[in-house]
């Protein structure tokens, strides 16, 4: 079966950091680029980062660009989220998921096949 599991989020306050894990399993880790997306209450689900499949180009929303740094372990099935300088405006639900298509619509969630369960993220002012 696909699995992917996010992990690491947390409450922290605001100018704090965390880093979301995301590990994969059932599917071919490396061929697959990886995405984070948020949703807060409310709100739409908004895609936050992607990284390719072999880790050489990422991709930011204007959000989170010089905040987060995303990431990739491929011998280890896992993809990381650096989030720095955290903003109250950042608590969401986030959750990974990953497609083996391009790259253009990175940010839309149609583009992705697989997802995980969310892992929750409240950033306090």
């Known amino acids: 079966d696909v699995q992917l599991q996010a992990s690491g989020g947390g409450l922290v306050q605001a100018g704090g950091s965390l880093r979301l894990s995301c590990a994969a399993s059932?599917?071919?880790?490396?061929?697959?680029?990886i995405g984070w997306f948020r949703q807060a209450p409310g709100k739409e689900r908004e895609g936050v980062s992607c990284?390719?499949?072999?880790?050489?180009?990422?991709y930011y929303a204007d959000s989170v660009k010089g905040r987060f740094t995303i990431s990739r372990d491929n011998a280890k099935n896992t993809a990381y989220l650096l989030m720095n300088s955290l903003k109250p405006e950042d608590t969401a639900v986030y959750y990974c998921?990953?497609?083996?298509?391009?790259?253009?619509?990175?940010?839309?969630?149609?583009?992705?096949?697989?997802w995980g369960q969310g892992t929750q993220v409240t950033v306090s002012s």
């Open positions: 059932g599917f071919t880790f490396d061929d697959y680029a």
């Open positions: 998921a990953a497609h083996s298509r391009g790259y253009a619509n990175w940010y839309m969630s149609s583009e992705y096949g697989y």
């Open positions: 990284i390719s499949s072999s880790g050489s180009s990422s």
